[in-house]
């Protein structure tokens, strides 16, 4: 029975092999691919765009799976680490330098973010859609004054090593749909005389969100003392993490294109924004507090 059902599906995907595709590698690199999404790719950008459905295309179109992944930081780019440690040369930084570099990092510190999204079957027919979409998110925060005793030597002074930071992973099941509200759009404004606002969309996805798990830093306060007494370190940290969240997610989209060539996109991700965790929910804290005794008795 479960290798005839196998058959089954083997033989449905490759009928339809005409119109299943993997994701365009346009649609990852480009943001704007809100507005230029078409057919089945507008399940995951836009729904509004599902409108857009022109008798000439295939009337059901099919996403196995896609993948993207994005790092990225709130201080350093490629270009400033080439200028201080160029291309395979030896690194010789001046004080200059590094008083640059620390000037990059803002005073809560380094923030690296990173997110990964995986579609697996997408699907479309007409200007219906439906898609099963997992993403994980996160950022971390590396203290700014950790880059400072990298760069320069420890001295009498009150570091601040403070961190900021949280994950979660979810599973969304979207359903979605587009609609042609208006046909036609004429503007009679400065700069826009000239141009026609041609099928304004609007589209809505509605989505069952599965959680698998979420971890937050509430406090992560870390400072350490150097003075004439001593070494004094202190740390508070507190975080809370759950596993097996679901809610209902709901997003909004408005497409249109004009006649000069102008394709206009908008889209608002989950708006109400609500995931209840019911499950595994812990709260975790951990303090180092010497009151004013040095862990550390210098001389």
Request: charged share 20%; glycine share 10%; no cysteine.
């Amino acid at each position: 029975m479960k290798r005839r059902f196998l058959i089954i599906v083997l033989l449905f995907l490759l009928l339809n092999i005409s119109s299943t595709f993997a994701q365009s590698g346009a649609s990852l690199g480009l943001a704007g691919f809100t507005a230029l999404s078409r057919g089945v790719e507008s399940v995951y950008w836009n729904p509004a765009n599902l409108a857009f459905f022109e008798e000439d295309q295939p009337k059901f179109q099919m996403i196995i799976y896609s993948l993207a992944f994005g790092l990225g930081n709130n201080s350093l780019s490629f270009n400033s680490i080439n200028k201080y440690i160029g291309y395979g040369e030896s690194i010789y930084l001046t004080d200059e330098d590094k008083n640059d570099i620390l000037d990059m990092i803002p005073k809560r510190g380094l923030v690296i973010d990173f997110t990964g999204d995986l579609s697996l079957l997408s699907i479309a027919y007409k200007s219906f859609g439906f898609g099963i979409e997992t993403s994980a998110n996160g950022n971390f925060s590396i203290p700014k004054d950790l880059y400072e005793n990298f760069l320069f030597k420890l001295g009498p002074d009150v570091y601040d090593y403070s961190v900021s930071g949280g994950w979660y992973n979810i599973v969304k099941f979207k359903f979605s749909y587009g609609v042609n509200i208006v046909d036609r759009i004429i503007f009679d404004v400065p700069y826009l005389e000239d141009t026609i606002f041609e099928k304004v969309s609007a589209g809505v996805s509605v989505s069952y969100l599965k959680g698998f798990g979420y971890a937050n830093i509430e406090k992560g306060l870390a400072k350490l003392t150097i003075d004439e007494n001593g070494i004094l370190p202190r740390a508070e940290f507190d975080m809370r993490s759950a596993k097996n969240g679901s809610g209902i997610g709901l997003d909004f989209g408005l497409s249109t294109y004009t006649n000069n060539h102008w394709k206009i996109g908008m889209v608002f991700e989950n708006v109400p924004g609500r995931m209840y965790w019911f499950g595994d929910s812990k709260f975790s804290r951990a303090a180092l507090d010497l009151g004013d005794n040095p862990l550390f008795i210098l001389g």
